[in-house]
């Protein structure tokens, strides 16, 4: 389970406007030197644009921006390291706005714009490394055309086999046709997107085919995050009930992963296939399906190797929910309690969203603290609602203690933990999902 090693190119410059267009022309050609498109790396540029014009204003003096732009099969990802004074991510929010009458806020409205022009970003402060901008910009690609598939029967022989590209898009519009209705990922709308994962190395993947060739199902999985791995299915195509696929599908997926250092296997998607003897229920999340009916989406974890036991950061008002699950999941952890003791906070907080329309789902996570947490929430909830989104979740890293201050603001605002994926990020995640605030 290794993903191939990736293509990067990098630039380290002086923050200085002289030397905008050579920051703007270097991103959009490794961009496109990379896989994307000419209109993605036109968008990847833009936000290039209005981030490095940003810092020349706030960078120390003789401070160097290092631009690292690097290939992941279907997106490109820039990464800018840097040192400001004052960077204020506030724009950064899904729901920022600017006013004409605000000097600061129009000093960030080319935040506002780069936000905007990729799918995804996250901000850390790295010791010794200042401040590290990441944005994520995918390649566009054309959905599923299902009127291609062709019909599918039981297969009393098969065996488990490695995918060529061919048979990846062709396994991917099985799915889409046969579970029209279902919740799964919203990756699968796209075929092409799911071959550049598999290619990639960062997804890999097993199918059942026949004698002649003939798929009767599959298993996709990937690395969620340090020490466990996800997967995706079985998904079976009109086999029958008493057929053994979705056991030698799961066993390739387990044989794969027994020869690393996983310590876990969760399953988010599963389907009415999926072995569940050899599993544990970790939890259910509610789905609200277009139609106004509810799915309950139930996870499941399987432990590959003895758990090493860890520690964890905890809110204290989550402090009971998590000593609960971890004894009823016998995993061994210390919580470390986390408490607003007066300590001087940032002023704004900031929240990533991650939207899967398809399936009218939006997923936050937290990139950084502040003391209008309360109101930041707020309003990102009441966009929801003018979008008729009502599956909304908000996952937090254990690992990482300034995630857990947003506890009281999500309890405030209606979410309600739901479970536990073990070291699914850096460390352990909380899954929150907002109640009936939304019906």
């Keep these: 389970m290794k993903e191939k090693t990736k293509q990067y190119v990098s630039l380290n410059v002086q923050a200085d406007a002289v030397f905008l267009p050579l920051a703007t022309s270097f991103v959009e050609n490794a961009a496109v030197g990379l896989g994307l498109g000419h209109a993605e790396a036109l968008s990847l540029t833009l936000a290039t644009e209005e981030i490095f014009s940003y810092l020349c204003q706030m960078a120390l003096p003789d401070q160097a921006i290092e631009i690292r732009c690097s290939s992941g099969g279907y997106y490109v990802r820039a990464d800018f390291h840097f040192s400001v004074k004052d960077f ?75 995918p060529n590209p061919e048979e990846v898009k062709l396994f991917t519009l099985l799915v889409n046709r046969h579970y029209q209705g279902k919740v799964i990922p919203g990756f699968f709308k796209f075929p092409g997107k799911v071959v550049d994962m598999v290619n990639e190395g960062e997804y890999q993947a097993a199918l059942a085919l026949g004698p002649t060739g003939q798929m009767g199902g599959g298993i996709v999985w990937h690395w969620a995050g340090l020490n466990t791995v996800e997967c995706f299915g079985p998904y079976l195509f009109k086999q029958n009930p008493d057929s053994n696929m979705a056991n030698d599908l799961l066993e390739a997926c387990l044989g794969a992963i027994a020869r690393t250092h996983a310590v876990g296997l969760i399953s988010r998607y599963p389907t009415e296939d999926l072995p569940q003897e050899h599993f544990e229920p970790l939890g259910s999340l509610t789905i609200f399906n277009q139609e106004g009916s509810t799915t309950s989406l139930t996870s499941y974890f399987r432990q590959m190797q003895e758990d090493p036991g860890t520690s964890v950061w905890s809110h204290t008002e989550l402090e009971f929910f998590l000593r609960e699950e971890y004894a009823r999941l016998v995993l061994p952890r210390e919580i470390r309690l986390v408490k607003d003791l007066g300590e001087t906070k940032s002023p704004f907080s900031v929240l990533s969203a991650e939207f899967d329309r398809s399936q009218k789902i939006v997923t936050l996570r937290p990139i950084r603290p502040g003391a209008d947490a309360d109101k930041n929430m707020a309003n990102h909830l009441k966009l929801f609602t003018e979008e008729s989104l009502r599956s909304v979740f ?39 999902q907002l109640g009936d605030k939304l019906s």
């Design 88 to 162: 204020n991510m506030r724009a950064f929010n899904l729901t920022a706005t600017v006013s004409v009458d605000d000097e600061a806020s129009l000093e960030e409205m080319g935040l506002l714009i780069a936000s905007r022009s990729v799918e995804r970003f996250q901000i850390a402060e790295e010791k010794g490394r200042g401040v590290q901008l990441t944005l994520v910009k995918e390649k566009k690609y054309p959905a599923s055309d299902e009127e291609t598939v062709p019909p599918s029967r039981p297969l009393p022989e098969f065996s488990i086999q490695g």
């Design 394 to 432: 908000f996952e937090m890293d254990l690992a990482q203690p300034w995630q857990t201050e947003f506890t009281p603001t999500l309890l405030k605002n209606g979410f309600t933990p739901r479970l536990v994926l073990p070291y699914a990020g850096q460390g352990d995640l909380v899954i929150f």
